[in-house]
Each structure stands twice: as structure tokens, then as C-alpha cells.
């Protein structure tokens, strides 16, 4: 089981920022932690070919005890990513981190976050 799920938009890792990002999170959770078996779930990091794809999402965010968002616009205008957070925020009370990737203005952020 991850212990954080990372969400973000694959637009956003055209030059690999966000594999760059998670290692780099990953390496200092661990770490910090003192828990080398404790992992950031980033979905290109973690799926393989074959995986049921939304079966695979859903378990994890069902599974994991923290959601990191990586806000920006096309974060905030993802029909899947908002489906991320519906499923994270349906099962309780568990911490959400928004990390501010982008830029944004305050009409992008729609009233259900």
C-alpha cells in the first residue's frame, strides 16, 4: 500500500518535472520517515501494461492516507483529477495537501474544493 498518492495533470510532466518531484519526495519520505517501504503513488511509476487503469486509481486513492495535489489550471479543469478528489474525500476524513504547481487565479478553483 502507498501511503500518499500524488495527483496531477501528465501535461504538467512533458520534460519529467513530476517523476523528477516524486523521487525527490519519495527519497526525503523515506528518510525522514525511517520507513524505506513507505511509497508516493504516481501512476506512470506504478501502473504497468495490463493494469486495469480507474480499478488500479480507485484502490489506491481508496487505500493511501494522504492526497497530494499538484494544483494548477489544468489540474482544476481535470474532469479525471476532480474524480480523484471525489473518490479521496468519499471515504473520510484523511489529510489533502494542495502543493500550488502553476499558476492560478481564484475564479479557476471551482466551489467544491
Avoid at 504516481?42 to 486509481?57: M, S, T, Y
Amino acid at each position: 500500500m502507498n501511503e500518499v498518492f500524488l495527483s496531477y495533470t501528465w501535461s504538467k510532466n512533458r520534460h519529467n518535472e513530476i517523476n523528477d518531484f516524486h523521487e525527490r519526495l519519495q527519497t526525503d519520505f523515506q528518510n525522514k520517515s525511517w520507513d524505506t517501504a513507505a511509497t508516493i503513488f504516481l501512476d506512470k511509476q506504478n501502473l504497468r501494461g495490463g493494469d486495469a487503469f480507474d480499478e488500479v486509481i480507485e484502490n489506491e486513492l481508496n487505500d493511501c492516507k494522504l492526497l497530494l495535489i499538484l494544483i494548477s489550471p489544468t489540474w482544476l479543469n481535470s474532469d479525471y483529477c476532480r474524480k480523484e478528489y471525489r473518490i479521496f474525500k468519499a471515504r473520510g476524513n484523511r489529510p489533502i495537501i494542495p502543493v500550488l504547481w502553476d499558476k492560478i487565479i481564484e475564479s479557476q478553483i471551482k466551489e467544491e474544493y
